[in-house]
């Protein structure tokens, strides 16, 4: 029986099985940030404990920060408190921190793979949820607790069980105007917020094959809002072209060893996975979500089914049997881990050149690192942006999540390139409306919903 990438990465980092049948795992890179990481810090002074290997361990600013002023003092007391104590820790502990100011600041699973940190086949943790997001690359690569954070920090190590693998197979020519934001949306829609509970997700298929790195980065951001520990997707020349020659990719005399090794990274063709599904791209269209999980999402061009869930739909304002199309939003953010890099940042720019946002909306930009923010200027995207209207900020995590001065008004519609719509997210009793950043940069221009492929 041949193995899936899943176990190929899995059982190479196995160091040992405990009773009960969990297993050590070894972790390869561990990245920090200033939220998650504090009591592990503490954790450890108090245990009189250093940190295994600190050269495996890269630290970043991100979710508090600020995104305008950043050369100015936090005005935000929990927040300046929060960086404060990132940096203060990763001097006294000698780790990496790119905090405000460094040229390698971002939000950390954008700084990661543009530096070429993450590199296939690596096992990949980090204190924050959507660390799926390096599957991208041929990663496993998970979000993982404070508790476990320390762990790490002292071990280098996980106690773990061993998750269920699904394989999600596309295949087909994407519609006009469809991205891969729109493909995980469509996914989670149809297998719902719980659906890869259990599982390490594999995304597979010729659809998936075409994409970008940016886009398949985008697809495995979102993997867990299905319940899934994590998604991957197997390594292939475009990963290979993407790494080569960024800071920490392998220099030229290690090069040919690094893809030898690469290059056997897939699934076997008699690979056995625990649950299969496929979907047809063709079907798929723009999409947005109308509830309050990732998994209460349309095509723009369909109605709201009857949902059980009541209470979401009150929340946001809208009915069953409704159509969004035409619906009038106040707020529009494109940024986050899920598809704030120079790629969406250029599509929003191609679309919105010559054009100018509704009055009424607030449209914010947010690259996702220094070097994003640094590219755009460079191509004139900022230019671009300041003539229709719309604000680009300096990077961090901003409205994705209400941790930061970047909050969307109680009861005010936001379309958003971000990953979660829960309840009070962009802010308490705000309304949150996910979609791509092209149906996003159509919404500002329009000041409403609209359907992008009769746009493009």
Known sequence: MGKTLFDKIWDAHI???????????????????????????????????????????????????????????????????????????????????????????????????????TKPGMTIVCGDSHTSTHGAFGCIAFGIGTSQVEQVMATQCLILNKPKKMRITINGILPKGVSSKDIVLYIISKLTASGGTEHFIEFAGDTISTLSMEARMTICNMSIEMGARGGLIAPDQK????????????????????????????????????????????DIGPMVTYGTNPGMGIRIMDKIPSDKNSKALEYMGLRTGESLLGKEIQYVFIGSCTNSRIEDLRQVAQFVKGKHKAKHITALIVPGSKAVEEQAKKEGLDKI?????????????????????????????????SNRNFEGRQGPGARTILASPLTAAAAAVEGKLVDVTNMV
């Open 15 to 117: 160091v040992t099985t405990v009773e009960g049948g969990k297993q050590v795992v070894y972790i390869d890179q561990h990245y920090i940030h200033e939220v998650t990481s504090p009591q592990a810090f503490n954790g450890l002074k108090t245990r009189n404990i250093d940190l295994r290997r600190k050269d495996k361990i890269i630290a970043t600013t991100d979710h508090n920060v600020p995104t305008k002023d950043q050369h100015l003092p936090i005005s935000e007391p929990l927040s300046r408190k929060q960086v404060e104590t990132l940096l203060y820790n990763c001097e006294t502990f000698g780790v990496t921190c790119y905090g405000l100011g460094h040229k390698n600041q971002g939000i950390v699973h954008v700084i990661g793979p543009e530096l070429g940190i």
């Open 239 to 282: 990963t290979f072209d993407y790494i080569k020659g960024r800071k920490h990719a392998p220099d030229e005399e290690t090069w040919e060893e690094a893809i030898q090794f690469w290059e056997t990274l897939y699934s076997d063709d008699d690979a056995d996975f625990d649950t299969e599904y496929s979907f047809n791209a063709e």
């Open 385 to 417: 942006f300041a003539a229709a209207g719309f604000e680009l900020r300096e990077p961090g995590c901003s409205a994705c999540l209400g941790m930061n001065e970047d909050k969307v008004p109680a009861g005010q519609y936001c379309v958003s390139t």
